[in-house]
């Protein structure tokens, strides 16, 4: 797994980060945490990191909180927009760990120790990773089976051919 902090209001984020790792090592898996500076950068350093092909997730962590210009819809629109893309076209579990609020009382509500969204983010994660391995494992067995039934089929129309006894 890996954990992508935006720095962007650093207390909400951290508290973030701290309940996706806790998440991650109660469920046993193995962490590496990268950091980027604000929420706009997340999809990219997502990107780069799935594309390492070194992890099963990449869990994005970030808060933005409404302010007085448009700059925050622009923002949550283009953050969610892209993550949501990447979690569509690359093989790794990406999930939405970003806050979108209207205020830091609201941010600090999701990021405590009650609810935390980057704990949730987390377990999505883990749902997500655990899923596409039993995709992985049914798609391998039901390839076994029908290697298995073309191989007696191919038998058995070889010894009822004419000619071949």
Not at 41 to 67: Q, S
Not at 70 to 76: G, M, N, T, Y
Not at 139 to 144: L, N, P, Q
Not at 149 to 157: F, N, P, Q
């Amino acid at each position: 797994m890996a954990i992508v902090r935006a720095r962007w209001n650093e207390d909400v984020t951290r508290s973030l980060a701290q309940g996706a790792l806790r998440r991650a090592l109660a469920a046993g898996a193995t962490v590496e945490e990268f950091e980027v500076a604000g929420s706009f950068e997340l999809p990219p350093a997502v990107a780069a990191i799935a594309e390492t092909g070194r992890f099963d997730a990449v869990v994005p962590l970030g808060c933005l909180i409404r302010g007085e210009t448009p700059h925050f819809d622009v923002l949550a629109h283009a953050v969610a927009g892209a993550l949501a893309r990447l979690a569509e076209s690359l093989p790794v579990a990406i999930p939405f760990g970003v806050l979108t609020c209207e205020n830091l009382e609201q941010a600090r509500a999701r990021s405590g120790p009650e609810r935390n969204v980057g704990a949730e983010a987390m377990d999505a994660a883990l749902e997500i990773v655990a899923l596409r391995h039993a995709i992985a494992a049914n798609a391998r067995r039901s390839s076994r089976s029908a290697a298995t039934a073309r191989s007696r089929a191919t038998r058995t129309k070889r010894r009822g051919s004419p000619g071949k006894r």
